[in-house]
């Protein structure tokens, strides 16, 4: 089957994202190009090249379609049902990448899962922890799967308030759609990070507001944050505190669902954040950032953009 024909399989299928499949020919996904798609924005600041990135959760494969691009060496995408497969080999045939798809069911125990394919660079888990019963569960699951001094970036529902919460969407409430659970308080998000050694190094944050009525709730101060974070050692003093350090070695919700072997068998990654001078400072910089105390920066609230190149709109032409 040629390209036309391709094309014309699944064009006026449903999109999530919108990807322009031949010149000028569009198809359609949910958003429109002014709303920002923090982790692509993110993921343009990791160095992939050379790296090997788990996509969580792809729909067509936008994002590993970007990491191909950005010069990964393995690329693998996931979701819990192959409900876009025909799309996504669309995408690896008219953007000439080569990326693998494996299907895991419910996104827990991800390092049982996909143990065959060893450590991972680079990991994007974005748009998932709101959508599952157990937030603490999927990370545990996830972690052993990042190399030491990996990047991963978690993307996620907040609430913008102190306090270490996480809100239940009772009645839709905060969302009608019926596979969002959790709106994480961002102290509360930090913690969990922090928990499973998860350094917070950037975020962006995206209010929600009555531009997309799906998600806005008047009254409620959330949004959309998407965190870009380093894996430091289990050695490495960075527990949130003296507690959370101890249930690492006496919980057994700790030690039957997070893989420490695993995790501490990895090795060590050499991916950069922007650049040469975070890897210069990757070593020693185990503390990272306090989400909280710059949730009111404007240089990392995000309303809108121009650049469809920070949207959920793929052009041909787009390297990143």
């Not at 949004?223 to 527990?239: F, H, I, K, L, W």
């Not at 989400?291 to 787009?318: E, K, T, Y």
Request: aromatic share 10%; charged share 20%; proline share 6%.
């Amino acid at each position: 089957m040629d390209n036309a024909e391709l094309i014309a399989s699944v064009l006026k299928d449903w999109w999530y994202y919108s990807v322009e499949l031949a010149p000028g020919v569009m198809a359609r996904g949910v958003d429109t190009p002014q709303t920002p798609m923090l982790p692509r924005m993110m993921l343009r600041n990791c160095n992939l090249r050379g790296m090997d990135c788990l996509d969580i959760g792809s729909m067509e494969g936008l994002i590993p379609t970007l990491m191909c691009r950005q010069g990964a060496r393995k690329v693998l995408a996931t979701d819990a049902i192959p409900h876009c497969q025909k799309k996504m080999d669309v995408l690896r045939q008219v953007y000439g990448v080569n990326f693998d798809f494996q299907q895991v069911g419910l996104l827990y125990d991800l390092s049982a899962k996909l143990k065959d394919h060893g450590g991972f660079d680079f990991i994007n888990l974005s748009g998932v922890l709101y959508h599952v019963y157990s937030p603490l569960h999927v990370l545990a699951g996830i972690r052993p799967l990042l190399k030491k001094g990996g990047l991963m970036v978690v993307s996620t529902n907040v609430m913008r308030r102190e306090g270490y919460s996480l809100e239940f969407n009772n009645a839709g409430k905060l969302q009608t759609e019926t596979n969002t659970f959790w709106y994480h308080s961002v102290p509360m998000l930090e913690y969990l990070l922090r928990y499973f050694n998860l350094v917070p190094l950037d975020f962006l944050y995206l209010p929600h507001s009555p531009v997309n009525p799906h998600n806005y709730v008047p009254g409620q101060d959330s949004g959309y944050m998407s965190v870009v974070c380093r894996a430091v050692d289990e050695a490495t003093p960075n527990y949130p505190d003296a507690w959370a350090a101890r249930t690492h070695i006496a919980s057994w919700e700790y030690l039957a669902l997070c893989n420490r072997e695993m995790m501490n068998a990895q090795p060590v990654s050499s991916i950069s954040y922007r650049g040469d001078h975070d890897r210069a400072n990757a070593a020693t910089d185990t503390t990272g950032i306090t989400l909280m105390d710059h949730i009111m920066d404007p240089a990392r609230i995000v309303a809108s953009v121009d650049d469809s190149r920070n949207s959920q709109f793929l052009h041909l032409s787009d390297m990143y």
